[in-house]
């Protein structure tokens, strides 16, 4: 009996389209979950890390991106399923971490304009101040995602990737009459050397090409009867989950995919090499509709009254839903991370600094000037 193929899948195979957008859209959906559920799961005192941060939610996608990276080198699904690869990378990873609301941190705690700033009326010092609390949120997001992608990629190189190699008993190697016979392994033990040589041959266990192929089944055909439930869940329950766990999933989706096309279609055009074109489109982007979003979800009318712009829950919610779910599934940490660690320093710092001085600065434009005239006050929702 034969291994499961996605290639032999009749239905995966005639319509190669609805098999990549099925399993693009459910793996966006569970990081969308991830995220927020992470988020929910680190709210609360006293914590070491503050709560309502997107910090863990970004190391975790940059875990399972490098994961994924390494394994990409060695296993055939990078090939045979590549659908797969692309749901995980892009598709989870992608949405289980946010650029936009990393931004956003930096500039609310620069700013002293948090909601706890504004609830308790607490600020820094003095001005200057803010310059540390950028380089704070700036340094740690950061480094913590740089060493969760790295860590990923132990794990994935050195933990994951010596099940799947063969371990011949003796290694044959081409000698030369000037080379002698060293042992081989740290055992100390001799191995007879010859003058023919063998290459380790890589193989698959079996169930791990089930759980492949189970993965890819259940991303492509779950899609449609999550998505429908989702809907209907919306519709009918217009508490806080329409702007928790329901509407923010499905305002992912399509941000998610103009992630994906803004990447395919940018990324690799040699007139725009000097560095990722696309996904810095996406994370300006999806940073400038965040930080107008906030402005109109928090903003007062007017300074004399503290009127709010919205009164209204279900107004709240929406905004709410689509700030979390299209903006964070539009902007990446994985893939902006991913994108310049095997790069020169002078491209890493390069891409870096024009990304985040670009959306730092949309954000001063639009919100600071906001706040700093007519001034925010807290969410009805």
């Known amino acids: 009996m034969g291994l499961p193929s996605i290639s032999e899948n009749k239905h995966l195979k005639t319509n190669g389209t609805v098999h990549r957008i099925l399993c693009y859209t459910l793996a966006t959906i569970l990081g969308n979950y991830a995220r927020q559920g992470l988020e929910y799961l680190t709210n609360y005192e006293p914590s070491y890390v503050r709560p309502t941060t997107v910090l863990w939610a970004n190391c975790g996608g940059c875990i399972m991106m490098g994961l994924c990276q390494d394994l990409r080198e060695l296993f055939f699904y990078a090939n045979e399923y590549h659908v797969l690869f692309l749901s995980i990378t892009t598709g989870f990873c992608g949405s289980f971490s946010s650029f936009s609301t990393m931004i956003i941190e930096m500039f609310t705690y620069s700013a002293s304009l948090t909601n706890e700033n504004i609830a308790t009326g607490s600020r820094l010092p003095n001005r200057a101040y803010g310059i540390m609390e950028f380089l704070s949120v700036m340094i740690v997001h950061l480094g913590v995602s740089l060493s969760g992608l790295l860590l990923g990629r132990k794990l994935g190189k050195e933990v994951l990737i010596p099940y799947f190699i063969s371990r011949p008993t003796k290694t044959e190697v081409s000698l030369t009459d000037n080379e002698p016979t060293e042992p081989s392994d740290n055992s100390g033990e001799v191995i007879e050397k010859t003058d023919s040589y063998v290459e380790p041959e890589y193989y698959t266990p079996r169930w791990c090409v089930y759980i492949l192929f189970g993965l890819d089944l259940f991303l492509t055909y779950m899609s449609i009867p999550i998505l429908v439930m989702i809907i209907i869940l919306t519709a ?11 509407l923010p999933v499905l305002f992912g989706i399509p941000g998610s995919f103009l992630r994906y096309y803004l990447s395919k279609w940018f990324n690799n055009r040699k007139s725009l090499s000097m560095f990722p074109v696309g996904t810095f489109i996406a994370n300006i982007s999806a940073t400038l509709i965040l930080s107008i979003l906030i402005m109109v979800q928090r903003g007062q009318k007017n300074g004399q009254t503290h009127e709010r712009i919205i009164n209204n829950k279900n107004t709240c919610h929406i905004v709410q839903a689509l700030g979390s779910g299209f903006c964070g599934s539009l902007s990446t940490v994985s893939t902006f991370i991913n994108e310049a660690h095997q790069k020169d320093i002078s491209y890493i710092l390069r891409y ?23 001034g925010l006050t807290l969410p009805v929702c």
């Open 352 to 374: 870096y600094f024009i990304t985040i001085f670009c959306a730092y600065c949309l954000c001063v434009i639009t919100l600071g000037s906001y706040s700093w005239t007519r």
């Open 236 to 246: 009918f329950y217009g508490n806080y989950s329409r702007g928790v766990w329901t």
